[in-house]
């Protein structure tokens, strides 16, 4: 079955440190999309990025880098240089392209981690 | 253009009673899509409407339903309200043409059910 796994529930960093949150997912289909959403104190969850399956390229915005390993199912997601801004929780989370797919928006979501980045 | 916007912000129930919120997508959004987030469960899905079709349904009872109009708006409605459906309900739109878009959410309605 497909699962998506937050192992850290919460980080706490000081202003300029770098912070890894890690995804772990588990899915049988060859054919899957991984997502990375942030969710401010504010509710409403804000897209980061999208990889497919059969794109492992790392990809850097800015201060954000992300790292998809198909070996170890990780899509592990840096963040240099952290701001207080960057505080919020951020989810992983997975789609699957197979057969049964369809036309989906069912996004199977890790748990979370809640990060506090302080001054 | 205007985000995703959905009302009211904060419902206070009690058990047994029925509940209906409302979502306005972002114009030209015709994908609306329900999530139900708890601390202990994280972010699942409900259901998804399309041109005012439901087109995915997750794994809850028949106590939750929703709708879409003609206009993109969505409805969501709960009945019989259980102390458990106390959540942050999050709706979602996308333009609804391919896979895997990007979701733009609201803010969500903090439901709590006394």
């Known amino acids: 079955a497909q699962k998506v796994t937050q192992a850290q529930t919460e980080i706490s960093v000081v202003e300029k440190e770098d912070v890894t949150l890690d995804c772990v997912y588990e899915t049988r289909d060859t054919t899957y999309y991984l997502f990375w959403y942030k969710q401010p104190p504010s509710g409403e969850l804000v897209f980061l990025i999208r990889?497919?399956?059969?794109d492992e390229q790392n990809e850097i915005s800015g201060r954000y880098s992300w790292n998809f390993q198909k070996s170890t199912s990780s899509f592990n997601f840096t963040i240099t240089a952290s701001q207080v801004v960057d505080s919020a929780v951020y989810f992983c989370a997975l789609s699957e392209m197979g057969f049964n797919a369809g036309n989906n928006r069912k996004l199977i979501w890790g748990l979370g981690t809640s990060l506090a980045v302080n001054p | 253009k205007a985000g995703v916007t959905q009302t009211p912000r904060y419902l206070i129930k009690t058990r047994g009673q029925q509940v209906t919120l409302s979502c306005s997508p972002i114009s030209g959004h015709r994908s609306v899509s329900w999530y139900q987030q708890t601390p202990g469960q994280g972010l699942q899905f409900l259901f998804e409407y399309f041109s005012e079709t439901q087109r995915n349904k997750g794994n809850f009872p028949g106590r939750f339903s929703g709708r879409q109009f003609s206009n993109s708006r969505s409805e969501m409605n709960v009945s019989t309200l259980e102390l458990g459906d106390s959540a942050l309900y999050l709706c979602?739109?996308?333009?609804?043409?391919?896979?895997?878009?990007?979701?733009?959410f609201g803010s969500g309605t903090q439901l709590s059910v006394l």
């Open positions: 990889r497919n399956s059969f």
């Open positions: 979602a739109s996308s333009p609804g043409q391919a896979n895997n878009e990007k979701l733009f």
